[in-house]
C-alpha cells in the first residue's frame, strides 16, 4: 500500500512539473570574475543545455546582429542540468560587456536521441541586457563594499547593498549570510534572490566562507554555487592597485565537537591553506601590488575561541611579514578595531557588524573606509596611508 502511495505521488509530481512552464528559476549571478573571465551561474525548474551569448558595450540593439555562443560544455560535451554554470574566458581587461543568459529544456535523451524543448532567457526585447565589467589590474582606484553576518535577513541585506549600482567594482560576503545551508532553495530564498535583485547580475561578489556555512546538509555543494579560481573556498584575485587574499577560517570550535556529530575535519584542511598562503605571500603578483588587504571570517583577536585562535596561530604569522595593509573581517555581530601593531597583528583590522557595510576606495593616496548602518548614517571611518 505504501509502495503504491509512493509511486502514485511520483506520477502527480511529474504531471504537475509537466504543466508548469519552463523557466529560469534563479539568477543569473557574476562570479570569479577577473580580467579576461567570468563566469555566470542560473537555475533552471527543468534539465537543459545552456549558453551566453555577449557582445561589448555599445548603442547597438542587442538584435542587431548575431552574437557568439559560450555553451555549458565539460569536455568538449554539453552539460544537461539544472544548474548551470557557463564560464566565459578571451575578454578584455576593464570592458563592459552586455549578455544574455539562454537555456533549452531537454525533455527526453535517449541513446541516439535527444528531443528538445522551450528555450527560456533573459529578457533583452523591452529592456537593456544585462551587463558586467572585468576587472583591472592597472586601474588607478579599487572600490567595494562588504557585507556579512546577515542570516537570511534579506531586509537588512537590502538596504545595506540595495543601492550599489554604479558605486562599487564588487562586493564581499565576508561569511555567515545563511545560518546553514539546508538545500539549494535555502541558499536563494535566504540571500541570493535578494542580491541578484539588488546587483549580483552585473555587479559581482566575492564570497568569503564563514563557520555557518559549514553547517547544514546541502554545505557540502558550497562551491558549485560559488566557484572561485583555484576551486577552493580560498582564494586571490586582483583589482586596480589592490590584492585581495580571500582565506577561508573553518569552524569556531574543535573537530571533535558534539556540534559537528563527527563530520569535521577543519584541522588538515586548514594545514593545506596555510602552505597555499605560504606560497601566495611569496609570488610575484602578490609582492608587486601596492596594496595587499585579507579577507578572513573569524578575526584573530576578539574572542578567545578556538576559531579565532587558530586563525592567529597559523595565519597571522604569515602575514606579519607580509607587509599586508589592512585585514577586514566578521564573525562577531559587532564592530572592533584592532590598531596596527596590537594583539600581535602587524596590520589593522577592522571587524565588521552584521547591521552595518563597510565601503572602502583604494588609491594612490591609501585605504579609505566608511562604516555605515542600514540608513546610511556614517558610523566610522579611517584612513591608512600607504
Known amino acids: 500500500m505504501r509502495k503504491s502511495i509512493i509511486i502514485l505521488l511520483c506520477l502527480l509530481a511529474q504531471i504537475l512539473q509537466a504543466k508548469e512552464n519552463f523557466q529560469i528559476l534563479y539568477g543569473p549571478y557574476l562570479q570569479n570574475m577577473s580580467e579576461n573571465e567570468v563566469t555566470i551561474l542560473w537555475k533552471t525548474n527543468r534539465r537543459a543545455i545552456s549558453w551566453v551569448e555577449i557582445a561589448p558595450q555599445s548603442s547597438q540593439h542587442f538584435y542587431a546582429e548575431e552574437h557568439p555562443r559560450i555553451y555549458q560544455a565539460s569536455f568538449g560535451k554539453k552539460v544537461i542540468s539544472k544548474l548551470h554554470k557557463v564560464k566565459i574566458t578571451g575578454l578584455s581587461k576593464g570592458t563592459t560587456y552586455k549578455y544574455r543568459i539562454c537555456s533549452q529544456e531537454v525533455i527526453n535523451q535517449e541513446e541516439r536521441y535527444v528531443q528538445y524543448g522551450k528555450t527560456a532567457s533573459s529578457i533583452v526585447l523591452h529592456k537593456e541586457p544585462l551587463t558586467f565589467t572585468t576587472l583591472d589590474n592597472e586601474k588607478v582606484s579599487v572600490k567595494f563594499w562588504m557585507v556579512n553576518d ?13 543601492d550599489i549600482k554604479d558605486k562599487a567594482d564588487f562586493v564581499v560576503f565576508n561569511g555567515d ?7 539549494e532553495k535555502h541558499i536563494f530564498n535566504g540571500f541570493m534572490n535578494e542580491a541578484i535583485k539588488s546587483f549580483a547580475s552585473e555587479i559581482p561578489f566575492f564570497y568569503c566562507r564563514g563557520n555557518h556555512e559549514n553547517r547544514g546538509q546541502f554545505s557540502t555543494e558550497f562551491i558549485n554555487y560559488f566557484p572561485t579560481n583555484t576551486g577552493m573556498p580560498y582564494y586571490t584575485f586582483r583589482q586596480g592597485p589592490a590584492f585581495f587574499i580571500v582565506l577561508d577560517s573553518g569552524e569556531d570550535k574543535p573537530d571533535n565537537d558534539i556540534a559537528y556529530y563527527g563530520l569535521s575535519d577543519f584541522e588538515s584542511y586548514l594545514k593545506q591553506e596555510v602552505a597555499w598562503l605560504k606560497n601566495i605571500v611569496l609570488s610575484r603578483d602578490f609582492k608587486e601590488a601596492p596594496y595587499k588587504i585579507v579577507f578572513v571570517h573569524i578575526p584573530p583577536v576578539g574572542m578567545s575561541w578556538y576559531g579565532s585562535l587558530v586563525v592567529k596561530k597559523q595565519f597571522v604569522p604569515i602575514l606579519n611579514d607580509a607587509g599586508i595593509n589592512l585585514m577586514l573581517c566578521a564573525h562577531l555581530h559587532r564592530y572592533l578595531y584592532n590598531e596596527k601593531g596590537q594583539n600581535g597583528c602587524n596590520f589593522p583590522i577592522i571587524v565588521n557588524s552584521n547591521i552595518d557595510v563597510t565601503k572602502v576606495n583604494v588609491d594612490n593616496s591609501g585605504i579609505a573606509l566608511e562604516i555605515q548602518d542600514t540608513l546610511g548614517v556614517k558610523i566610522k571611518q579611517f584612513h591608512f596611508k600607504k
Open 150 to 162: 546577515i542570516h537570511a535577513q534579506n531586509e537588512i541585506l537590502h538596504k545595506l547593498v540595495g
Open 177 to 183: 549570510m545563511l545560518s546553514d545551508i539546508r538545500s
